[in-house]
């Protein structure tokens, strides 16, 4: 192929990337603030939730981050974001919406939302709004379920990439780098897919003050649960949560011999 | 006023991330250094903070002055360092012209003042001329087109890095007090102005004040800030109206952090068997610091809100910086108490707050001056 029929089809195929819609659907959810120490119920029935400072589930904003850079490499067209909860959750979306994504979906209920439920909200939605793509989370700082993702998979019946350490779309087909025990693995799939985040996919930037004012302008709309005709009755019942237990005070040993003597038989680990 | 909880609560939660991420790891940084990175500059450049204050017209976020001093409080909780550099571009040293500027003057500084690639500075002190400003020597006589300046100011905060003062000069030498001053935009390299050398301070550490000197430095008319003479030092103490607010924020703001450091060494901390928080000597510094924090905050909250309101707040203004800022002092000064001997070691970085904070008592009107305001106002009213 000569220089100039190169060029000729690099530009078709830029022209080409561009005209295709490629919407991205990204799940935000609102959890507990990594930097807050959560306190157990004194009932065991859960986490104190009172007064406690919320934000973006980390995972999450990785996933937004990534969307939206998809979005300013001209790959994909729309970055739609999605989060189910309590009205609170609209501060979750506006964040979303003020590092890059274009528009809010708020599915709004105070329920106890499950990753099964939300899997099930987040079909409904996707059947909806058709995007290429879903990028979550690999799990939610709250409950660590690392479930959500791979439950949509399933319930769309989509190829799924979990734990990605790199995302690439072209032509219809999404190639990603995921982390593994003892290495990376690279995965080709067919679009659409669901693809959920790791901690190394990038460092997501701090939304702007300007487009934090600017966000409150951009559209956000409320659906219940009902207008999507799903149950989000909890599967589960939580029988207790307790506190790690309290790291107890260690001895100091006179010598070789009695640290093994009691590794042997206290700590029963050799 | 908060014109939309949510959109204010994701930005203060954004200021406050940054500020526990970004500014507090660099902290003993740039003291050691009395240097802001370049690379942090333009990170709080890139995040916005330049334009808090500024109209949206102009592109900045026009932030209300009770938004304002919430974002303020968050920012107190870094070394008050960082908020100097941003703090004259949405304070003493943009307020001039955003509040009596002409239409052409706004649009030709304010945006870029937003957006962080020109500082302003505020030049009204001078050798012979502190707390009583109006007596200011600095002269502008009017020839042709332009005016000519003469003079000394003094203490100025970020002249080492200004591209832009707010000068107060006086245009009318007949008048002795405040009628006879103007107020003038005078770009940095302008041929007649130049920089005493960095003043070596007692803390603030990474934020800068010199001399600015003028010696027959040719401003154009146009540069005269409302484009009318006499008004200068009635825009001047308008600005210094809301610059006493925020200082009063910023004081609740630093005075919050270090009662947290406080907090968590009394709690970590043991002596004669227990965490040094269990004794009750210890427990009424750490109340009266929490309730003297906590009236300040309130009083801040509510001048804010008054003059969001469009009332005259001079002497709430005025309350709320001398009770802060004196605050701010006794809470420095318990914090250090606390920390015991480690107080008076850099390495705690509390000893280097207990400097920071004492400009808050001295400067845009000391304590006595505050005083003298809030008085005179009383009386005032009380005459009719
Ligand atoms: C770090 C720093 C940054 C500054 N930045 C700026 C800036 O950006 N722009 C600017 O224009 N200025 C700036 N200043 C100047 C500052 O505002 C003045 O220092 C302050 O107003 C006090 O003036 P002075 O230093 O001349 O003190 P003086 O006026 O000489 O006061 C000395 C003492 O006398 C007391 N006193 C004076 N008059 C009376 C009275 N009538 N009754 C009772 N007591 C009285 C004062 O309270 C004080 O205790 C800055 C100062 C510092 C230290």
Not at chain 1, 168 to 194: C, F, H, Q, S, Y
Not at chain 2, 107 to 114: D, G
Not at chain 2, 263 to 292: N, T
Not at chain 2, 356 to 361: E, P
């Amino acid at each position: 192929m000569g220089s100039q029929a190169r060029l000729e089809k690099h530009k078709e195929s830029k022209n080409s990337h561009r005209s295709i819609a490629l919407k991205i659907l990204v799940p935000v959810k609102r959890v507990v603030d990594y930097n807050v120490k959560v306190r157990v119920k004194a009932d065991g029935s859960g986490v104190d939730l009172a007064n406690v400072k919320m934000s973006m589930n980390p995972f999450d904003e990785i996933a937004v981050e990534e969307a939206v850079r998809l979005k300013e490499a001209g790959v994909a067209t729309e970055v739609v974001a999605v989060s189910c909860g309590v009205a609170q959750c609209q501060e979750t979306l506006r964040t979303a919406m003020a590092i890059g994504a274009d528009r809010g979906i708020l599915v709004e209920t105070d329920a106890e939302l499950q990753p099964l439920a939300v899997a099930k909200l987040l079909k409904a939605l996707c059947d909806k709004e058709q995007p290429t793509v879903v990028i979550c989370g690999k799990q939610a700082i709250d409950d660590d379920a690392n479930q959500t993702g791979q439950m949509l998979a399933a319930l769309m019946g989509w190829p799924q990439a979990t734990f990605a350490s790199k995302v690439a779309l072209a032509d219809g087909k999404a190639t990603v780098t995921r982390e593994i025990d003892g290495g990376l693995e690279t995965l080709e799939m067919n679009l659409p897919a669901v693809v959920t985040t790791d901690l190394r996919l990038n460092e997501p930037r701090y939304a702007t003050l300007p487009n934090i004012m600017k966000a409150k302008k951009k559209p956000l709309e409320t659906v219940k649960p009902a207008d999507l005709s799903i149950d989000v009755a909890p599967r589960l019942a939580t029988i207790k949560v307790s506190e790690p237990a309290k790291r107890s005070a260690g001895v100091i040993v006179a010598d070789v011999a009695q640290l093994v003597e009691k590794l042997k038989n206290e700590a029963k680990v050799i | 006023m908060i014109r939309d909880q949510e959109t204010l609560n994701v930005l203060l939660d954004t200021i406050t991330r940054f500020v526990r991420e970004r500014l507090v790891p660099n902290e003993a940084l740039v003291a050691e250094k009395d240097r802001i990175p370049d690379e942090l500059v333009a990170e709080m450049k890139e995040l916005g903070l330049f334009g808090l204050s500024i109209p949206e017209e102009h592109g900045g976020m026009g932030l209300t002055m009770e938004e304002e001093v919430l974002a303020t409080f968050e920012i107190g909780h870094a070394s008050p360092c960082f908020r100097s550099l941003f703090a004259t571009n949405n304070g003493i040293g943009g307020q001039g012209i955003v509040i009596d500027g002409t239409a052409a003057q706004k649009a030709h500084y304010l945006p870029r003042l937003v957006t962080g690639e020109i500082i302003g500075s505020f030049a009204l002190t001078e050798p012979d001329s502190g707390s009583d400003a109006a007596s200011l020597r600095t002269t502008a006589v009017r020839e042709g087109d332009s005016y000519v300046l003469n003079g000394t100011k003094r203490y100025i905060t970020n002249a080492p890095e200004a591209g832009i003062f707010t000068v107060m000069a006086r245009t009318d030498p007949s008048r002795k007090g405040a009628d006879g001053i103007s107020a003038f935009i005078v770009e940095r390299g302008t041929p007649g102005l130049s920089l005493g050398a960095p003043d070596e301070k007692m803390g603030h550490k990474g934020s800068h004040t010199c001399d600015v000197i003028f010696e027959d430095c040719r401003v154009p008319a146009a540069n005269l800030i409302g484009e009318r003479e006499g008004i200068g030092f009635k825009t001047a103490m308008k600005v210094l109206d809301k610059g006493r607010i925020n200082i009063a924020a910023i004081s609740v703001g630093v005075a919050e952090r270090m009662l947290e450091d406080a907090l968590r060494y009394a709690c970590e901390r043991k002596q004669f068997g227990k965490p040094i928080a269990e004794f009750q000597l210890v427990q009424a510094m750490l109340a009266d610091s929490k309730a003297e924090l906590y009236a300040a905050r309130c009083m801040v909250i509510d001048a804010a809100r008054k003059r969001d309101e469009g009332r005259d707040v001079g002497t709430e203004a005025s309350c709320a910086k001398m009770f802060a800022s004196e605050m701010c002092g006794r809470v420095a000064d318990r914090a250090v108490q606390i920390f015991g001997g480690a107080g008076y070691l850099s390495e705690y970085g509390i000893e280097r707050f207990y400097r920071d904070v004492r400009l808050f008592r001295l400067f845009e009107g000391t304590t006595q001056i505050q005083q003298l305001v809030i008085a005179r106002n009383m009386i005032r009213a009380h005459n009719g």
